[in-house]
């Protein structure tokens, strides 16, 4: 499967391109991406997956393959299908930069084309940034955990499938990881790669002692062992006895860290520390994993837990407390008509809009607004032209300034912003009196 | 990216396979898959996957862009590399049949292979097998919720990457649902494909009433309607005014089905339906979507909605409320010797297994056995030999026959099994006399 097949999408996107282009309706609609709700556990989101919708976007189009299936379904014309063939994304994406925080009801993504294009992507291109923005979020709440503590990310296994793996890598070194194991997301988007072993190397020897002493002495270069396959304790004492031995032998350093994956953290993690220690071993760290999560950080670093690192897994790459955001893609603007859904509940602020984000004198981000797009409010529009005629308008950053970018904007958030859990004041996110007005007047007007 | 990149993989697979490699240690290792815990909000779950994990097996191989990678992480030494150049899976498969009914511990797939083969695909297999099973689980549940009413995936959007959707659709589908709208998933397995319309194509015509008329004289052929952009009442008036029209006009049946998205769902199918057969239009089925789960279907059938078909979406595609099983990967076995892993919570049972399940005079399945593979237990063993030598020995049976397979199996269950909520006995599952002997005596022998 290529995963930019223009066949990842949703039926109905390709039934109402044969209705847009049979009935002749050509003109230019405005898209915006949007959350409607911030889910409870979240007191901001990181925009994330810019990269790849421009990706999908200028790459778009239908192979003969493409074409042969769907002619094969007997629901389209071969008029239809023709058109298919020539089908290129000719459109404008204005967007906020990735690795930006945001809130409910703001447009993150603005697309501006024909109907029939700008409709077809819908659904890849929610998928896209729902996903990543999705890990970004999770990912920016176990960094402010963290508090400087090194964090990797561990959850390929139970990502929902590969695509999620290599993007949950991505978007958590996008929101301040230190890197990934999944080794193709190092490849792909050169992001540094870690790991060392599993429990199984160990249960391959007949003995610990032996298992551990052969790894140090195959990696030949410093390593992090893993000690609790049988007993952590005693993990720890056959580390302290081997690293002497390596020192005595003139190699000193062939240890770099000890890994523990079981069983109470915050404990073992002291009790192993005091072993090193005490073994003379100051300089072997410590790494803790096994089904963590930001709270789960936050808990080990307040009990103290003499830790150096974490790897976070399956609870990052499924964000395990919130597996999916309200994410929409809703039609403001037809024809130059703004236009407002009003179904019960997921009501629609009509019109093409930007943000304007201001900041307090201390330099503390105080308020959005959702203005129109050609309003002009107080504070910093957020939105960006980044494609114009189907063609970026220049190179996005690189995936480092991005996460320079999003380092620096989360950190001008309000401090409660930054907490895990407990009663906060919401960001306030103000809604233009344009917009209002606007939104009067059609719901006035009918329909 | 490829979906069957041997760089899928976590790092620590490829440390340890150059351990393994420059220790020379190529004994044969038995690993087996299988999930720890059920989660309290599954009764049992399915099998799937195993066609995708053959196929990476049967391709996984190193390229020259794999290997240049790796060679630039500065890791490993230039003869592990040559001999990843070499690399091929070998081994051999036992597996249940995709759409099997399993519990906590049950081995659903063992590898049997040298220590390096079957260490460096833990990552991907189990990436494999989670997703598909846990949605495979999750749609289970719906099924039997909908009790034959028809349900269609519409959960692309919100599947966290694009492998994530289309592997959803198939499991959803191995499960029973009856298709779905990822257009992508139709082609490569062949599953019906439905949808129609979306809120965007009414909103982009001036009025509700003239983009219902031209959606359906575009479509051309049978189709659904959604009515809910709006007010939903109104829009069933419209539906029935128009269906009159063509009617009239020689051309009846156009509009298949209404659907509704919003609101209260009992209630407004309710008054649907009575406008519509009000209107003498008995014959236009509604469906409905819009957050919808297995909890949810049962109470809209309960609450005898007048319903013909269900969508559902992002509670399926992220197994809202199951986003990860605790789906494990463990050395059993390696040189003819069994191996066991002792971390706190984390115990493992030892040696190759196999599943016996028994069923009662009733046809109803009765009771699980977790026994050694070279033992005899009553009931029916489930793993097979799926692959030897790195090849299959057999055609997997085709997604159509698993699902057949699947729908049957899991009728056998308890009847327990079906409900969704509420108290009830688990199905019980026995370890085996040999297996807990095994166990005692490695616990004994230390380590």
């Known amino acids: 499967m290529s995963n930019a097949s223009a066949l990842l999408t949703d039926l109905y996107e390709l039934t109402m391109a044969r209705a847009y282009h049979d009935l002749g309706m050509r003109d230019i ?35 003969s393959a493409d074409l042969q299936y769907l002619e094969g379904l007997g629901l389209f014309p071969s008029t239809f299908i023709d058109y298919l063939a020539t089908l290129r994304f000719t459109g404008t994406v204005h967007a906020m930069s990735e690795g930006t925080p945001y809130f409910a009801q703001e447009p993150i993504l603005r697309i501006t084309a024909p109907i029939l294009e700008a409709q077809l992507v819908e659904s890849r291109i929610i998928n896209l940034m729902h996903f990543q923005s999705m890990i970004a979020s999770k990912a920016a709440r176990c960094v402010s955990a963290a508090r400087g503590t090194r964090l990797l990310d561990f959850g390929m296994r139970r990502a929902h499938g590969a695509e999620a793996a290599v993007f949950a890598a991505r978007a958590a070194y996008l929101a301040g990881f230190d890197g990934t194991a999944t080794v193709e997301a190092g490849r792909q988007f050169a992001i540094p ?26 990696t030949g270069q410093p390593t992090t ?38 069983g109470d953290l915050v404990e073992r993690s002291h009790r192993v520390r005091h072993i090193l220690d005490a073994g003379d071993c100051p300089e072997i760290e410590i790494t803790l994993s096994g089904g963590l999560d930001e709270l789960q950080i936050a808990a080990l ?93 220049a190179p996005l950053p690189s995936l480092a300034e991005s996460r320079d970018h999003c380092r620096v904007s989360v950190m001008r958030l309000p401090a409660a912003l930054h907490e895990l859990s407990g009663a906060y004041d919401p960001y306030p996110v103000t809604v233009s009196a344009q917009v209002h007005v606007l939104a009067d007047r059609m719901d006035q007007a009918g329909e």
């Open 193 to 218: 790669v870690a790991g060392t072993m599993a429990h199984s190397f160990i249960q391959a020897h007949d003995s610990e002692e032996a298992a551990l002493r052969r790894f140090v002495s195959a």
């Open 225 to 262: 062992v893993l000690i609790d396959t049988y007993d952590a304790e005693r993990g720890a004492r056959r580390v302290v006895a081997l690293a002497r031995e390596l020192k005595a032998a003139g190699s000193p350093g062939q240890i770099h860290a000890v890994r523990i994956d079981s």
């Open 301 to 393: 670093l307040e009990a103290k837990a003499p830790v150096a690192g974490f790897g976070v897994g399956t609870r990052l790459d499924c964000s395990e407390d919130v597996p999916s955001l309200d994410m929409v893609y809703k039609l403001e603007e037809y024809a130059g008509k703004p236009r407002r859904k009003r179904s019960l509940g997921k009501e629609t602020w009509p019109g093409a809009k930007q943000i304007f984000r201001e900041r307090d004198a201390g330099g503390v981000d105080a308020r959005d607004t959702i203005a129109l797009a050609d309003e002009t409010a107080p504070g910093t529009p957020l939105l960006h032209e980044v494609m114009r005629d189907g063609r970026r308008v």
């Open 29 to 63: 609609a405005v898209f915006e991406l949007f959350v409607r709700r911030l889910p409870p556990e979240r007191r901001f989101l990181i925009t994330a997956g810019l990269s790849q919708v421009l990706e999908y976007l200028e790459s778009l189009h239908f192979t």
